[in-house]
C-alpha cells in the first residue's frame, strides 16, 4: 500500500553486549535506524516504536487519561520508561538497565516484529510465550480475526 512504512516482521536473535548494546535487526534499520523509542511493554517485553508510532499511541492514550483513572496510570507507567534512542554506526542501541531489568534481559534476547513496532525479549521468555501460545493459535483465529478472510 502506497505511503505505509513497511511493516516489522520476523523473529531475530541478537545479542546485548556488557555495555547493555544491542544491534538492530538489519531488517528493521529503515524504519527504527533514524531513532526509536523504547517503552515498557505487555508481558514483560520492551516494546521497540518508530517515533511516530509511539507519539500515536502516547497521543491516543492522554486523550482518554484526564477522565479514566486506568488511562492515567497506564500513561504515567508507558512514559516513564520511555527512553528515546539513536542507532550508532554500526546499527546498535543502548537497552537502559531499567528495561533490561523490566524484561529481565540479559545478553540471549529476541527481538520480534509486531506490525508497527518490533518487541525485544528475553529468549528464554519468549520461547515459552511462543510454546504456550501456539497451541491456541488456530483456536483464538475466530475471536480476533472474525473480518478477515484468509
Known amino acids: 500500500m502506497a505511503g505505509l512504512p513497511p511493516l516489522l516482521l520476523g523473529t531475530y ?9 544491542m544491534a538492530l535487526p538489519a531488517k528493521f ?3 527504527l ?11 514483560r517485553c520492551v516494546y521497540l516504536l518508530p517515533f511516530d508510532e509511539f507519539r500515536r499511541i502516547a497521543s491516543q492514550i492522554q486523550r482518554v487519561s484526564v477522565g479514566n483513572k486506568a488511562a492515567r496510570e497506564y500513561l504515567r507507567v508507558f512514559l516513564s520508561g520511555a527512553v528515546d534512542q539513536q542507532p550508532d ?3 546498535r542501541v543502548l537497552v537502559p538497565q531499567m528495561l533490561r531489568d523490566y524484561a529481565n534481559l540479559g545478553s540471549d534476547v529476541v527481538v520480534i516484529g ?9 529468549k528464554d521468555t519468549w520461547e515459552s510465550y511462543l510454546a504456550e501460545k501456539e497451541e491456541g493459535y ?13
Open 13 to 21: 536473535t541478537p545479542k546485548i553486549d556488557a555495555k547493555g548494546r
Open 29 to 31: 534499520r529503515s524504519q
Open 33 to 43: 535506524g533514524q531513532g526509536l523509542v523504547m517503552a515498557r511493554g505487555q508481558e
Open 89 to 91: 554506526k554500526q546499527g
Open 114 to 122: 509486531v506490525g508497527t513496532r518490533a518487541e525485544l525479549w528475553n
Open 138 to 150: 488456530s483456536d483464538i483465529a475466530d475471536d480476533v480475526l472474525p473480518e478477515v478472510e484468509f
